[in-house]
């Protein structure tokens, strides 16, 4: 559960030359559905520093913690997990090679993303609408460790997500972003990027070329979670109502960021995937 929920953290979360640092830093509020039946405030925190070609992404949500170091030339993924002082280590010839492990079939991806034509202005900078819409068939996920029940209860359960991404282009930053963003889709290590499953979601590279083309930093996000289906599981997440998510930038610098940010700390044990 904490694999997908980072997932679509950072859901939710690059060619051109970059000049510039750049730190961004998001704000997440989740309202509704599972969320409320929960009874925690979920408000995650994710900041993403960019240098050149490498990345991280810290992302802080009181029961998650998680930091991806992405490099993009020496072309690999380091997944720091502070709570153990652990640092995964995934190349990209790995991460192209990465399938779910033997009998768990993992459900796939499908989704699309659209401009509209419209804008509105926020804190001051022009923003363009991009409407999305995601959908993941639990049906479709098996595992020989999951119990027949289990299965059953899954067998019609679909999640879909669905809203608006307001894209900034005239922001600080803006293009050092989207320049990263672009190269990181290209890449062997865009899934890896994308989640913290370390495991290739069917379709999910499509969703990560879709998110490279937008040109531009997302600065808000405003999306809904369903569930469709007519089994117990459906019924009992629907009877919770729709979950609501709400990204938002709330700060943007271009200050230098210093190089020792993209290593590993000292004290952390090494594993190599």
């Known amino acids: ?49 960019i240098k050149g070609m490498k990345s991280r992404n810290d992302i802080d949500a009181g029961m998650i913690q998680v930091i991806a170091i992405a490099d993009l030339v020496s072309k690999q993924v380091i997944m720091l997990h502070p709570d153990q002082k652990t640092a995964e280590i995934v190349t990209a010839a790995k991460a192209a090679s990465t399938t779910a492990p033997a009998g768990i079939t993992l459900p796939k991806v499908e989704g699309s993303i659209k401009p509209t034509g419209k804008s509105q202005v926020i804190d001051g900078f022009k923003c363009d609408e ?30 879909n997500l669905t809203g608006s991404m307001w894209v900034a282009k005239d922001v600080p930053g803006a293009a050092e972003y989207a320049a990263f963003q672009k190269a990181a889709a290209a890449s062997d290590l865009r899934t890896i990027i994308a989640g913290a499953s370390g495991v290739k979601m069917p379709g999910m590279e499509n969703m990560m070329k879709a998110m490279g083309d937008l040109n531009g930093l997302t600065y808000l996000t405003e999306m809904t979670m369903t569930v469709e289906g007519s089994g117990q599981m459906a019924e009992m997440m629907q009877q919770m109502g729709a979950m609501k998510i709400t990204t938002k930038v709330s700060s943007i610098s271009t200050d230098p960021i210093g190089d020792d940010l993209f290593k590993i700390p000292e004290g952390y044990t090494v594993i190599k995937r």
Not at 16 to 33: L, R, S
Not at 135 to 152: C, G, K, L, T, Y
């Open 130 to 159: 991009y409407l999305f819409t995601t959908s993941v068939d639990m049906s479709q996920m098996n595992s020989p460790q999951m119990p027949p029940e289990a299965a059953a209860m899954m067998k019609d359960v679909k999640m």
């Open 1 to 49: 559960m904490k694999r997908w929920l980072t997932t679509l953290l950072v859901f939710a979360v690059c060619s051109a030359a970059v000049h510039a640092d750049v730190t961004v830093v998001q704000t997440t509020t989740i309202e509704g559905g599972m969320a409320a039946a929960s009874g925690q405030n979920l408000s995650p925190k994710m900041t993403n520093h």
